[in-house]
């Protein structure tokens, strides 16, 4: 299985700041990755798919890059609704496998 | 409008089966992967399985393969997920999920609002 590793597990942050999580494959996947959001009691959402491509009605301040083993989620401008648990996925082979999250906090 | 609509909260015991549901509108059932992720209590998310209800086709992790079964009805839009002897570790939050395209690679682009399954004695 491929094991994807987040980091950090929290951060702590301010509105305003720009945020950016890591998220690394244990081999490589190709641009296979994306990126959900989670808030408390809700189910995921979908940020970022295919590594860098947003998806529609995201806005804008988020992004992400990277290919093959190391990728990144950024929030250029972090809003009060952004605080929240961040997930990445790799899809480019099965089983399909999530990393660990990060919590974003005040 | 896309949507997936899970079946309501369950209280089980161990020991008992149970077959949860998620009924799809707004698209093409057959044509799209659907997938299914745990949450436990306070913890990450955790991919089961998948299924393309074309054909069946489905993919299971490892972590749950013969734990659980998968599957789905082309005549009704409605994929499943079932236990035959649940555990309280089952104890869990249960997501389905659209997968994005018409490959099973571009993530979970539409989300079921969960089920919360709570196993005890």
């Known amino acids: 299985d491929i094991q994807m590793t987040q980091s950090p597990s929290s951060v702590s942050a301010s509105v305003g700041d720009r945020v950016t999580i890591t998220c690394r494959a244990s081999?490589?996947?190709?641009?296979?990755l994306a990126w959900y959001q989670q808030k408390p009691g809700k189910a995921p959402k979908l940020l970022i798919y295919?590594?860098?491509s947003l998806q529609s009605g995201v806005p804008s301040r988020f992004s992400g890059s990277g290919s093959g083993t190391d990728f990144t989620l950024t929030i250029s401008s972090l809003q009060p609704e952004d605080f929240a648990t961040y997930y990445c996925q790799q899809s480019n082979s099965f089983p399909l496998t999530f990393g660990g999250g990060t919590k974003v906090e005040i | 409008e896309v949507q997936l609509v899970q079946s309501g909260a369950e209280v089980k015991k161990p020991g008992e089966s149970l077959k949860i549901s998620c009924k799809i509108s707004g698209y093409n059932f057959s044509r799209y992967w659907i997938g299914w992720v745990r949450q436990l209590p306070g913890k990450g998310l955790e991919w089961m399985g998948i299924i393309y209800p074309d054909d069946s086709d489905t993919r299971y992790s490892p972590s749950f393969q013969g734990q659980i079964t998968i599957s789905a009805d082309k005549s009704i839009s409605t994929a499943y997920l079932q236990w035959s002897s649940l555990k309280a570790s089952d104890t869990a939050m249960y997501y389905c999920?659209?997968?994005?395209?018409?490959?099973?690679?571009?993530?979970?682009?539409?989300w079921g609002q969960g089920i919360l399954l709570t196993v005890s004695s």
């Open positions: 999920a659209r997968i994005k395209g018409l490959t099973a690679m571009l993530g979970l682009d539409y």
């Open positions: 295919a590594a860098s």
């Open positions: 081999q490589g996947i190709n641009d296979w």
